[in-house]
């Protein structure tokens, strides 16, 4: 039932695409660390047309669908003259959606920061930006890491998902390989030890954070 | 013009969503299950138990959801020849993910319960079965609330993949209207944002009135 | 970890016990004649202790009669929580064994030989034993009613309306009949300790364990408290063991007064002897600061 020489024969084939996978996990997880931080500052605005797009942004696309989002992204924008390859398409929408729940780590790193340092900044007279370059995001971001690594191991399970957009993933290499062999036993499941390969050594680093943060 | 299309699109999308909720219903009954029972085996005093229970969280966590609906479609009806279909698949594929992270909130929550509380039942000579049905759960559940809650929203999310394995739901049903009126794409596509984000907010406000329900007398 | 509850606790002079009859000479002699010659309810033998490389308890011999109040004073981490602890089984000890009403707790006879009790056995020798804890730990979930009433419904299989008539009665008697549809929150914590007071004694236990039960309260709330646990201590008919830092009370209620220090009963005696004429140089410097800081100075 389970074939060792063909699963052995097509592991070179899905290695082969793993850096493309990794490369969508990382470059979506910039945009989700940068979209997000500035979706955490603009919530935090005290004008009002600055903060509610934010937050009406952050609650939209966090309540719904990833893949929609992929296919919004990947249909329409070619609508309007913007045409990007599959790649970019779902490497965006990974970043942007993830970039709300990002959004809310900042969120509670910054809310957990002692509010005598804001007073202790006015009272030196630190000017805005300088209050949160110098004084508050260094404090705030440090302890949302092992959180942020969490995300950075769920984007990297979500990149099958492209595979529905054709992007040339694990997930759709695989497919295409099945549609010849019809050995989706072996595919399948070499895509599934691959991704717990990969991401269970790598959540226990962030557990490992998490704990020695705890202790701090 | 377009409020033409959307009365024109609707009742498609709205069985497509009815099937959504379908789906999302019998997934979140099974992940429930799933995750107390797990949660709780992951606390028993057997090893193996643990140990099995573990296996199942970090396999479940550690691979992706869309690799599990494909390998329980594709995969295991040859392993174990038997017949499943699109929307058994889907549901035990939701079923087993959100079980699995679904657990750990049980885990954890359980977990969370002060010491003294169980400190208090074993003075009281309560049981075992008892200390854990009439004080720890109880108390835990209040706790597990809006993270379930959050779960509830990941598996409705989550149910759009079953498109992938050609389950007739909504997103299905907005990529069948697509291929018919392409000039309308940004208008589906937003409708089904909008009904995804309509669910959503149903749901959490659900859960919104059960936590209220349940906090009553807490500090 | 047990002792890590063993915090000193604010000791305060400014509570005024009225005598009772155990502050009488006369009757503490009588409280000792009644017990004397009486099989004990409580035996502990030998019993030791360790958390990991500290040993808590090195050795303890202990009998309690039935009914006698035993007050155990100490040293913070002198291991007289864990003591309470060990009889409630909330900690098994490392060696030694406890006898119960004449039956082992830690341990069940099986051919003819001392083996570990099963989760079945504990439960039955467990009834005979109650304890009132530190922080309360009254169930938030439940109201101050249902507090008192779960247990012996649950456990004692007392149908509903009588365990509600009991618990009313109960309730009464500490003083909160009418905080019977609160929920815990909504109490004081001198309130909350005497709820909790009531919910252990609606199991009739024939041992009370009250582990430092003023330790977490405000010092006004004290009080009340110490009042409702000597009333009780004044019907008599249940052994007491009370660890507590307040030494009037220790004085005014037990019948016998154990001090323990590094893990030993270091002396024992009657209150009037413990308090009035301490033979070790330890006791005496345990006394002493109570004293110098100004406190438990009312009798001494």
Known sequence: MWDWDYAISVLPDLLKVLPLTVAATFIGFGISVVFGLLLALMSRSSIKMVRFPAKAFVEFVRNTPLLVQIFFIYFVLPLYGISLSAFTCGVIALGLHYSTYLSEVYRSGIEAVDKGQWEASTALNFSKSQTWLRVILPQAVPPTIPVMGNYLIVMFKETPLLSAISVGELLMTAKGLGSMSFKYVELYTLIGVLFLVLSYPCSLLVRAAEKRLARK | ?219 | MATSSNAPAPVRDEIDFSPTEHNDPASEKQAGAIHAGLEPIVRYRDIGISFGENEVLKGINLDIAPGEKVAVIGPSGSGKTTLARILMTLEQPTRGTIEVDGEHLWHKEMKGQLVPADEKHLHRVRKKIGMVFQHFNLFPHMTILRNVTEAPIRVLGVPKKEAVTQAVEMLEKVGLADKADCYPSQLSGGQKQRVAIARALVMQPQVMLFDEVTSALDPELVGEVLNVIKDIAAEGRMAMLLITHEMDFARDVADRVIFTDGGLIVEQGPPSQIFENPQSERLQAFLSRFRSNGFGGAYG
């Open chain 2, 1 to 219: 013009m377009s409020i033409e299309y959307i009365v024109e699109f609707m009742p498609s999308l709205l069985r497509g969503a009815a099937v959504t909720l379908e789906i999302t219903l019998y997934s979140l009954v099974a992940a429930f299950v799933l995750s107390f029972i797990a949660g709780l085996a992951r606390l028993s005093k057997w090893r193996i138990i643990r140990f099995i229970a573990a296996a199942y969280v970090e396999v479940l966590r550690g691979t992706s959801l869309l690799v599990q609906l494909f390998w329980i479609y594709f995969a295991l009806p040859v392993l174990l020849d038997i017949n499943l279909t699109a929307m058994q698949a889907g549901v035990l594929a939701l079923g087993l993910n959100y079980g699995a992270y679904g657990s750990e909130v049980v885990r954890s929550s359980i977990l969370a319960v002060p010491k003294g509380q169980t400190e208090a039942s074993i003075a009281l000579n309560f049981t075992p079965y008892q200390r854990m049905r009439y004080i720890i759960l109880p108390q835990a559940i209040r706790s597990m609330l809006p993270s379930f809650g959050n779960l509830q929203i990941e598996l409705l999310k989550g149910t759009s993949l079953v498109y992938l394995i050609t389950i007739t739901e909504l997103l299905y049903a907005g990529m069948q209207l697509r291929t018919y009126n392409m000039s309308q794409t940004t208008l589906i596509f937003t409708l089904l944002l909008v009904i995804y984000f309509v669910i959503a907010f149903a749901f959490n406000t659900i859960i919104r009135l059960i936590e209220r329900k349940v906090s009553v007398g807490r500090s």
